[in-house]
């Protein structure tokens, strides 16, 4: 069985003053476990977060972890060098990477790029239209050519990383800025997929479409069957999705 891990700060959410703790009493983590729980196929649902010893990402965890999913925000600093290689290291091995909205400023994102991915934004409740740029793409399966969310935090270009393998997805804003939204990359044997939406303070990972994208993205983000670079394992001896290796 595929073993995923969500990753949270979970530090807004705990905070009573704070309206994340209103809009995820139980932590980003779990509502995004309960969105992978909803489609067809099955995960072994692993949940760490940033205060828990190793950041609850001890060497251990992360060898068995196939997809990896990170979301940060106030204390990106605090992430443990220790951890990054860690993580940076499985995902040259093979380990898929979703990365989730501020998590562009995470540790883990800005070393496997290489940039510093500034960007800008604007918190002010703005619509956003998400629109389905590459509709081929696995990660956009069963969507519509957009998605539209009422009320999100811009975000807006220029967006200070690599040129992506695949664009997925491009936002559009009521202010009219524009952001890529959903970059796909290989570094290594890993598959990265960073995908925009995700404020702390609006309940974008309760939507039906996001939900979708996020289990569409952990599907392409697992290993393939391929050798490790410098472990002597392959990925081969569990299984795997069948479906042709669409970048």
């Given at each position: 069985?595929?073993?995923?891990?969500?990753?949270?700060?979970?530090?807004?959410?705990?905070?009573?003053?704070?309206?994340?703790?209103?809009?995820?009493?139980?932590?980003?983590?779990?509502?995004?476990?309960?969105?992978?729980?909803?489609?067809?196929?099955?995960?072994?649902?692993?949940?760490?977060?940033?205060?828990?010893?190793?950041?609850?990402?001890?060497?251990?965890?992360?060898?068995?972890?196939?997809?990896?999913?990170?979301?940060?925000?106030?204390?990106?600093?605090?992430?443990?060098?220790?951890?990054?290689?860690?993580?940076?290291?499985?995902?040259?091995?093979?380990?898929?990477?979703?990365?989730?909205?501020?998590?562009?400023?995470?540790?883990?994102?800005?070393?496997?790029?290489?940039?510093?991915?500034?960007?800008?934004?604007?918190?002010?409740?703005?619509?956003?239209?998400?629109?389905?740029?590459?509709?081929?793409?696995?990660?956009?399966?069963g969507l519509d050519e957009y998605v539209e969310l009422p009320k999100t935090e811009m975000y807006g270009e220029p967006f200070d990383v690599p040129e992506p393998d695949r664009l997925v997805f491009t936002s559009w804003f009521e202010g009219g800025e524009v952001f890529r939204s959903g970059c796909c990359y290989r570094r290594g044997n890993g598959r990265i997929f960073y995908f925009r939406p995700g404020h702390e303070t609006y309940p974008i990972y309760e939507h039906e479409a996001v939900r979708q994208v996020l289990r569409n993205a952990v599907e392409w983000a697992m290993p393939r069957s391929e050798a490790v670079a410098g472990t002597g394992r392959t990925f081969g001896n569990r299984p795997r999705d069948s479906r042709p290796d669409r970048a």
């Open positions: 069985m595929t073993q995923v891990t969500i990753w949270n700060e979970f530090r807004h959410e705990r905070d009573d003053d704070d309206d994340a703790a209103a809009v995820y009493p139980d932590g980003i983590h779990e509502t995004i476990a309960d969105a992978l729980g909803e489609g067809d196929r099955e995960y072994d649902v692993h949940t760490a977060t940033l205060d828990e010893p190793e950041h609850g990402l001890p060497a251990a965890v992360l060898e068995e972890t196939d997809v990896l999913l990170w979301w940060g925000h106030e204390a990106h600093d605090e992430v443990s060098d220790a951890v990054v290689d860690r993580v940076q290291q499985r995902v040259l091995e093979g380990m898929g990477l979703l990365v989730l909205h501020s998590g562009h400023f995470s540790k883990p994102f800005k070393r496997l790029m290489g940039t510093t991915c500034n960007l800008q934004w604007r918190e002010d409740g703005a619509t956003e239209r998400l629109w389905v740029v590459d509709p081929g793409h696995p990660i956009a399966d």
